[in-house]
C-alpha cells in the first residue's frame, strides 16, 4: 500500500516563498507529483520527480529524495492567484497516481 | 480538442437510485482514469482503462460500481444502488502515453453526485 503525507493547511503572504513538504511510504515507486487544484475546479499537473533532486520550473520547484521518502514543493513570489491545495502524488510500478489529502494554502496581501 | 469532457456536471439521486456518468477524454489519449474526491480529500483512485481494456481496480470499489470504455474512446461509470456514502465528485482523467510516463494526467471538471 502507499501512505502519502502532507500538512492540511499552510498561509502565505504575497511575493514570500513557502515550502510544501509531503512525505510518503509506498511498496512500489515510480516517480513523484505535484497537482494544482483551485476550489471548484479540477487538479492540474504542475511537476513531477523521478531521480533524486531539484526539478525547477518558472517560479515552482519541486524536490526528491526517494532514500528518505521526501519531496517538497517551492513557490517563489507568490502571488494571490497561487491560493489553491497542492496536491502530492505517488506512482507505483503501475500507471496509477496515488494522491495526497492536499495542502490547502492561503495567500495573503 | 476541448479537453477531457464529463456529462453530467451535477446529479442529484435518492439512494437505491443507479447512476452513469460519462467521460469523453482528449482523442488522441489512450489512458483513462476514474477518481473520486470528497471535500477536503485528495482525489481517490478507482479504476484506469488502457485502450478498452481495464487494466486496474482498487480495492475500495465495491461491486456496486462498474467502468466500462468499449472502443477505447470514451467511458463509462455506473454506480448501482447508491448510498449516502457514494455523494462525491467524480473525476475522469486521461493522459496520452508519453504523458502516462510523466505522470501528466488531464483532469474533466469533474460529475458532483449527491444522494438524498
Known amino acids: 500500500g502507499q501512505n502519502i503525507d502532507q500538512p492540511t493547511e499552510m498561509t502565505a503572504t504575497e511575493g514570500a516563498i513557502v515550502q510544501i513538504n509531503c512525505t510518503y511510504q509506498t511498496s512500489g515507486f515510480n516517480g513523484l507529483f505535484w497537482y494544482q487544484q483551485h476550489a471548484g475546479e479540477a487538479p492540474t499537473f504542475l511537476s513531477y520527480?523521478?531521480?533524486?533532486g531539484l526539478e525547477e520550473k518558472g517560479r515552482f520547484s519541486s524536490f526528491l529524495s526517494r532514500s528518505k521518502g521526501y519531496s517538497y514543493l517551492l513557490l517563489k513570489e507568490l502571488q494571490m492567484k497561487d491560493s489553491a491545495s497542492y496536491l502530492c502524488?505517488?506512482?507505483?510500478?503501475?500507471?496509477?497516481?496515488?494522491f495526497g489529502k492536499g495542502t490547502m494554502l492561503l495567500v495573503s496581501p | 480538442d476541448t479537453g477531457v469532457s464529463q456529462d453530467p456536471r451535477h446529479k442529484i439521486t435518492k439512494r437505491g437510485q443507479n447512476v452513469t456518468f460519462r467521460c469523453d477524454p482528449i482523442?488522441?489519449?489512450?489512458?483513462l482514469y476514474w477518481y473520486r474526491q470528497t471535500l477536503g480529500q485528495g482525489p481517490e483512485f478507482l479504476t484506469y482503462f488502457q485502450n478498452e481494456a481495464q487494466l486496474e481496480k482498487s480495492r475500495l470499489l465495491s461491486d456496486r460500481f462498474s467502468a466500462e470504455r468499449p472502443k477505447g474512446s470514451f467511458s463509462t461509470l455506473e454506480i448501482q444502488r447508491t448510498e449516502q456514502g457514494d455523494s462525491a465528485m467524480y473525476l475522469c482523467a486521461s493522459s496520452s502515453p508519453g504523458g502516462a510516463n510523466t505522470g501528466e494526467l488531464f483532469f474533466g471538471e469533474g460529475s458532483r453526485l449527491t444522494v438524498l
Open positions: 520527480n523521478v531521480l533524486d
Open positions: 502524488a505517488v506512482r507505483s510500478e503501475y500507471s496509477t497516481l496515488t
Open positions: 482523442s488522441e489519449h489512450n489512458r
